[in-house]
């Protein structure tokens, strides 16, 4: 089976990174995962989800690559009941009721699925960056997207 | 200011807003105005300038056609929520720059059942946003109303009063859509779209137009018995940080709004304070963004809408009387013409001839308030 990540320019395999402001973040205890990668203007210090060119606070600043924290906390969520029109696809046996939300990353708050309980989601709970699923290709390919899931015991 | 610098509002028409598949976006514009003209007693060859707005049901310039072909200068407008007030101060800020002393401002729209469609390139997004489920405005509405239920202390049940009280004023509004009440059992019981949001916390996409003659200083007088004056109108777009729809991703916070610049800006321009206003009409896509907007506003602090809404200070005998006509809740949000039916509302109730509950004790400071994408904002006082 092939995977595939959505959408390259979403991320960043930490080890092909070399101009990455936040060393913190490079110790990725699964490896070679994909971490999330936006942009930091270096005029305003604004982070912004997926990258861009130019900052959208200020005219001054140049805008880098910055590796986003893997951890945060669900700062909003809902839940979608019905099914989304196209372009949205659907996973393998169809559309299921998912969770999504913004995650506070601290410098960010991106927005994400939740892969998180029903029984167990609120505002405040701490959750990890992962994979999941997101739908498959014609030729067989998985393509997978991110997601957050509760941080589990130890892991903090 | 003198009076001759004044704008005012000296006529008003309406198209009912719900679902007619036997009439056109252009049909109910037409009909709007000619009741408009009516309403002020004159005749289409006396408006000295127009503008008109639809987002999806046809350029509105066309309508010479139908009205007369004098020659007025007529400007289009597509300006997403803030369509009808675009129009409004297109024609308002002619006549005070000379261009005519009467001027029209129309706006309709007749949309397709259901959610909007979107396309994630039209917003600058990559396909994946769409393509993995997070490109809805529900969803927006239900994330941003959660995280403010949260950081206030409100609950669901503040969400089912914002519903009941709509659904409560449409029933009696002859030009409404959903006529019929609702109890807010039956509105937190109904189904779950996104929460803390059900089915009957939303609008729906529908259809309608609505229409104002406008006159400058003494010609308002001249026509009209009782006219409206447009104190201020205030158009804002978003500033960074705003919460808005189709967001990949926020900064930390705080996240102003630009309804928050809106009001305050109609506030001074008017002289008026938040306190002062008698009949209100806010944007309620749905109900979690009503509860926002009364506090962005102004009208009332953060956190204090559940109180106010048990006490029926939002009714139309309550203090701030809020979205009497049913708002977009009761009348469903036909984009071009719903900014325009808030004006054709408030007008109605400052001159005592509400079409549906009127406001009792003579309102005198109305005040109108639309919201939309991407963080835009227009908010208005009348005053009589
Ligand atoms: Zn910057």
């Known amino acids: ?138 030729d067989g390919t998985e393509v997978v997207t991110f997601a957050f899931h509760p941080e589990r015991d130890g892991e903090r | 200011m003198s009076r001759s610098d004044d704008v005012y509002v000296v006529g008003c028409g309406m198209h009912p807003f719900g679902r007619d598949e036997s009439v056109t976006g252009m049909d109910m514009a037409e009909r709007a105005v000619r009741e408009a003209l009516a309403d002020a007693g004159v005749a289409w060859e006396d408006i000295g300038y127009a503008a008109g707005g639809s987002d999806v049901s046809g350029k509105p310039d066309t309508l010479v056609g139908r009205l007369g072909l004098t020659g ?45 469609h979107v396309s994630a390139a039209r917003y600058g997004l990559g396909d994946w946003y769409a393509e993995t489920g997070m490109m809805l405005t529900t969803q927006f509405f239900a994330l941003k109303t959660q995280r403010y239920l949260y950081e206030h202390g409100l609950s669901e049940r503040a969400l089912a009063m914002v519903a009941a009280r709509a659904f409560r004023n449409g029933a009696h509004h002859p030009l409404a859509w959903r006529r019929k009440p609702l109890t807010e059992r039956e509105i937190l019981d109904s189904a779950e779209v996104s929460p803390p949001l059900t089915q009957y916390m939303f609008c729906s996409p529908g259809q309608g137009a609505a229409a104002l003659v406008l006159a400058l200083g003494d010609r308002a007088f001249d026509l009209c018995e009782r006219p409206v004056k447009l104190a201020s109108l205030a158009f804002r777009t978003r500033r960074f940080g705003s919460f808005e729809v189709f967001s990949p991703w926020l900064p930390p916070g705080p996240h102003h709004s630009p309804s928050v610049d809106a009001a305050d800006a109609a506030f001074r321009t008017a002289e008026v304070r938040p306190t002062d206003v008698q009949v209100a009409q806010l944007q309620d896509t749905d109900s979690g963004s009503e509860l926002i907007h ?72 109305g005040f109108t308030h639309v919201y939309g994408a991407p963080g835009i904002s227009a908010c208005s006082v009348l005053t009589i």
Request: aromatic content about 6%.
């Open chain 2, 294 to 365: 009364l506090a962005e506003t102004g009208l009332c602090g953060h956190g204090e809408q559940e109180e106010l809404l048990a006490g029926g200070a939002t009714d139309p005998t309550g203090r701030i009387p809020v979205n009497t006509d049913g708002g977009c809740l009761a009348g469903g949000e036909p984009v071009g013409a719903s900014g325009l039916r808030q004006f054709h509302e408030v007008v109605r109730q400052l001159q005592g001839r509400a079409p549906g509950v009127q406001v009792p004790g003579a309102p005198r400071v």
């Open chain 1, 1 to 138: 089976m092939t995977t595939r990540l959505i959408d390259e320019s979403l991320f960043e395999d930490v080890e092909d990174v070399e101009d990455i402001e936040n060393v913190e973040n490079r110790a990725f205890d699964d490896g070679h995962a994909p971490r999330l990668a936006g942009a930091r203007c270096s005029g305003c210090g604004t982070v912004v989800f997926p990258r861009q060119d130019s900052c959208p606070r200020c005219a001054d600043g140049a805008m880098s690559t910055r590796v986003l924290p893997v951890s945060g906390r669900v700062w909003s969520w809902t839940l979608q009941a019905f099914p989304p029109k196209p372009p949205y696809r659907p996973p393998t046996g169809g559309h299921q009721p998912y969770l999504v939300g913004y995650v506070d990353l601290g410098e960010v708050l991106v927005e994400a699925l939740l892969a998180v309980p029903r029984a167990d989601i609120r505002i405040g709970l701490p959750v990890r960056l992962t994979t999941v699923p997101a739908y498959w290709d014609e």
């Open chain 2, 72 to 116: 007025v200068p007529f400007v289009n407008v597509q300006n997403g929520c803030a369509t009808g007030a675009s129009t409004v101060l297109a024609v308002a800020n002619a006549l005070r720059a000379g261009e005519a002393t009467l001027g029209l401002a129309v706006g309709f729209d007749k949309h397709e059942r259901g959610a909007f």
